[in-house]
């Protein structure tokens, strides 16, 4: 009877080992599948990191150049600014100048009008006119 034991309990640790050895394999089975599984899903995400870094790279590209675009835009605008004020003191000083022309021209006209009559120191009666209307005298 001791034998028979003996021999159903090598049986049933054979049993058991070979149930062991299957739930051994099945998880390291499970484990590679797992592994190759983890292994496609990081190199998915490396290339979804790779490709937002291009697109970061692109974007970055992008946004320096309409940087530079607008940086050159405010120096034409800086210098449009600038010609334009300059103009304006140029036609300010012109206008100047013509405004002290305009009143010289008035001061001599006024100067010439006032010369323009001729008057007696005493009340007499003209008889005789020896000058014509825009004619030039000396006095």
Do not use: C, W
């Amino acid at each position: 009877m001791i034998t028979k034991m003996q021999a159903d309990l090598e049986q049933l640790l054979l049993d058991s080992d070979a149930g062991t050895m299957k739930g051994v394999q099945g998880l390291l089975q499970n484990i590679d599948t797992f592994s190759e599984g983890e292994t496609t899903e990081i190199t998915l995400l490396n290339k979804q990191i790779a490709l937002a870094e291009q697109q970061y790279l692109t974007m970055q590209d992008q946004s320096d150049k309409q940087y530079q675009i607008a940086e050159e835009q405010y120096k034409e605008a800086e210098n449009a600014l600038a010609m334009l004020q300059a103009q304006k003191e140029s036609q300010l000083a012109q206008i100047h100048t013509q405004k002290t022309a305009s009143l010289a021209q008035r001061n001599s006209a006024l100067v010439q009008k006032n010369n323009a009559r001729i008057t007696a120191p005493f009340d007499a009666v003209i008889l005789e006119k020896f000058v014509e209307i825009g004619q030039l005298v000396a006095p």
